[in-house]
């Protein structure tokens, strides 16, 4: 799909929906929420945080609410679009006669007083693995302070991808000039991948 560059735009490239996405932005736009355009899609917030979104398809339209898992659903209107969203919830609809536009101002304003409460699934943090030092790069330390307070100065991605390289060489020989090689990139602080990222 093209990028646009405005919500007028979108809106006009989905002929099938203008006429229905236009009144579903007129119901959101009748509200507090901020209109702006995020991922080429018009996406509605408070306070810098996404709260409704409008997304057209082939087949249907409709607005996303970006923590609808929180919403009361009274009408049965909302549906999961994906399981793999937690809290994101979609109100979809197939045409522009299905649009009960109090409805939708009702969800939109549950939505908005439910972001003023502060309520929104964080995501989940990762837990970081333990970068395993390769055995020749230990050695390197021992031999080296500099070299290890260097190494422990980068970030952990860039030790990991350190760490990596040599741990990755099949043979001892391949190790030991992978490891001659990186040693002043490390004093130098930059990744192994540094100089072919930016181009």
């Given amino acids: 799909m093209k990028k646009v560059t405005s919500v007028e735009e979108y809106i006009e490239t989905h002929e099938k929906w203008t006429d ?3 009144i579903l932005r007129e119901i959101i736009n009748a509200t ?8 080429s899609a018009p996406v509605y917030a408070l306070n810098g945080k ?6 057209a398809f082939k087949h249907h339209f409709g607005l996303w609410f970006f923590n609808g898992v929180f919403l009361k659903d009274k009408k049965k209107l ?3 679009a994906q399981e793999k969203t937690k809290a994101m919830r979609q109100m979809r609809f197939e045409s522009i006669h299905e649009i009960d536009k109090q409805a939708v101002l009702e969800y939109v304003k549950e939505a908005i007083e439910n972001q003023k409460l502060g309520k929104e699934i964080k995501p989940e943090k990762t837990t970081k693995k333990a970068i395993i030092i390769p055995d020749e790069l230990k050695q390197a330390f021992k031999q080296n302070k500099q070299l290890k307070t260097s190494f422990e100065t980068l970030s952990p ?3 990991k991808e350190y760490c990596e390289h040599i741990a990755t060489a099949k043979r001892e020989t391949t190790k030991q000039s992978r490891l001659e090689k990186i040693v002043p990139m490390i004093f130098q602080g930059v990744g192994l991948h540094d100089k072919y990222k930016n181009c």
């Fill in 20 to 22: 229905a996405l236009t």
């Fill in 157 to 159: 991605y860039k030790q």
């Fill in 78 to 80: 909302l549906v999961n």
């Fill in 32 to 39: 507090e929420l901020k209109e702006t355009l995020k991922w």
């Fill in 50 to 55: 996404n709260v409704v979104g409008l997304g």
